[in-house]
């Protein structure tokens, strides 16, 4: 009997896989703008991209590129015209070949889209150099795992904010850090992974971005957002960027305008 009892259950359960749609109130589409401008070192930093979409429901997979009136960055007298791209691997995408970035200079995002007007403003923040790159081996929990240190001095007497971006073959995603000069104002630092999946001839590349106070704020907030702090971690809520609408500053847009110098330096796993 105990077996029959427990085949029933068995059939039970396995005959509830029909997959229930839940009819979810959504509201209205918003306006997204990611407007990465970054500047690296040793270039012209003329080419610059900028992604607007909507944003999606939940039952859709992909978001969907708009077709704004349009997009431009304004700085002084000049004024930087995005027009979208019709073909190639930025289709959809708005893009600009002379933008002129300067370290300090004041720039201005305009985006006009369905008859409303969407700005943004932001400082171009400069980045110092990495100066060299070391590796060793560091016992993490008695496993011995690589260490990879990209070195680099802070600017002494000014406030710095740093965004880093890692990434790798051996990694699954990239990893990202934000953080001040608070405590290393003027000194020798470093930015270092340490992973025990590395191994001899992987590339490691380091993207480090000179960023604003404000920027460092918000990407603060969204990474706090995004990570698991357990059950006494506080309830999600949107994080605020630099973008407002000027026509209806109660639609408000998603996301935000940035610009940065980027520094980069792959080292190989020896």
């Not at 011995?144 to 990694?171: C, H, K, W």
């Not at 996301?255 to 110098?261: I, S």
């Amino acid at each position: 009997m105990r077996y029959f009892v427990f085949l029933i259950v068995i059939l039970l359960f396995s005959s509830c896989e029909d997959v229930i749609d839940l009819p979810l109130t959504e509201g209205s589409k918003r306006l997204v703008i990611d407007a990465n401008i970054n500047w690296e070192k040793e270039t012209d930093g003329n080419e610059q991209i900028i992604r607007l979409s909507e944003t999606r429901g939940f039952y859709e997979e992909t978001s969907v590129l708009v077709d704004a009136d349009s997009v431009y960055i304004s700085s002084g007298s000049d004024k930087f015209i995005f027009a979208k791209q019709t073909s190639g691997k930025h289709e959809g995408l708005y893009k600009t070949n002379s933008f002129i970035p300067e370290i300090e200079r004041e720039y201005t995002l305009v985006v006009k889209y369905k008859g409303e007007t969407y700005t943004a403003t932001e400082i171009l923040k400069g980045i110092t150099n990495i100066k060299d790159t070391e590796q060793s081996v560091q016992n993490v929990f008695g496993k011995n795992s690589i260490r990879v240190d990209f070195n680099y001095t802070d600017p002494g007497q000014e406030e710095n904010y740093y965004l880093s971006e890692m990434n790798s073959n051996a990694f699954l995603l990239n990893q990202y850090w934000v953080w001040r000069d608070e405590f290393i104002d003027g000194n020798d630092d470093s930015v270092f992974i340490i992973n025990e999946d590395l191994k001899v001839g992987d590339a490691v590349t380091l993207s480090f971005y000179g960023i604003s106070k404000e920027y460092h704020d918000y990407m603060k907030l969204l990474f706090e957002q995004v990570t698991p702090n357990g059950p006494f971690a506080t309830t999600p809520s949107a994080v605020k960027g630099n973008c407002i609408n000027e026509t209806n500053p109660k639609n408000k847009p998603l996301g935000y305008f940035r610009l940065c110098q980027i520094d980069k330096e792959t080292h190989i796993i020896k």
